[in-house]
T-cell receptor
């Protein structure tokens, strides 16, 4: 069965600094990978997704992620964070076309300091 | 266009009571998912429907939980009887399953507290 690990429970960065959130997956074949963001009291919103092709994918709000098969990773990056980026971020893996049954990681809480 | 609508947003009840959570998916979406979020277990998929038919309910904790989708625009998740360990945020999500893994659209969740 597939699984997702987000090794960082909580990360604090200064506004304007760069950000990288880590995600490692376990799955025997090519996975479908997602990053979702959850603001306090809200549901999850899709930031970006990887299905195939270019391993560097661009998402909303200036986020990007890179799929590295050799490292089983799909890390999320942003060159300069804004205070509004403070939220919880979830990595998720899906295993087949037509199957939206995703497995989510435990999330990384991002705090932004002035 | 309205997003996924869940009700109630907050529910406080006593152990043993019946709880019903409701969800209206996005119009035109053909898949609906119920997730539970807790600090200890994170996000867990409870059940999902495709074209109103339950496809996978392996995540439903036990017989106290049941879910229905009588039509394309409405679903319920019922807990009877409720227990304190059921306290969590329950999310409903919908998607358009059109032969490709797509985006899940989440509602704002129903926060359940069982005393």
């Amino acid at each position: 069965a597939q699984s997702v690990t987000q090794p960082d429970i909580h990360i604090t960065v200064s506004e304007g600094a760069s950000l990288e959130l880590r995600c490692n997956y376990s799955y025997g074949a090519t996975p479908y990978l997602f990053w979702y963001v959850q603001s306090p009291g809200q549901g999850l919103q899709l930031l970006l997704k990887y299905f195939s092709g270019d391993t560097l994918v661009q998402g909303i709000k200036g986020f990007e992620a890179e799929f590295k098969r050799s490292q089983s990773s799909f890390n999320l990056r942003k060159p300069s964070v804004h205070w509004s980026d403070a939220a919880e971020y979830f990595c998720a893996v899906g295993v087949s076309f037509g199957n939206e049954k995703l497995t989510f990681g435990t999330g990384t809480r991002l705090t932004i300091i002035p | 266009d309205a997003g996924v609508i869940q009700s109630p947003r907050h529910e406080v009840t006593e152990m043993g009571q019946e709880v019903t959570l409701r969800c209206k998916p996005i119009s035109g979406h053909n898949s609906l998912f119920w997730y539970r979020q807790t600090m200890m277990r994170g996000l867990e998929l409870l059940i999902y429907f495709n074209n109103n038919v339950p496809i996978d309910d392996s995540g439903m904790p036990e017989d106290r939980f049941s879910a229905k989708m009588p039509n394309a625009s409405f679903s319920t998740l019922k807990i009877q009887p409720s227990e304190p360990r059921d306290s969590a945020v329950y999310f409903c999500a919908s998607s358009l399953m059109s032969g490709s893994t797509g985006e899940l659209f989440f509602g704002e969740g129903s926060r359940l507290t069982v005393l």
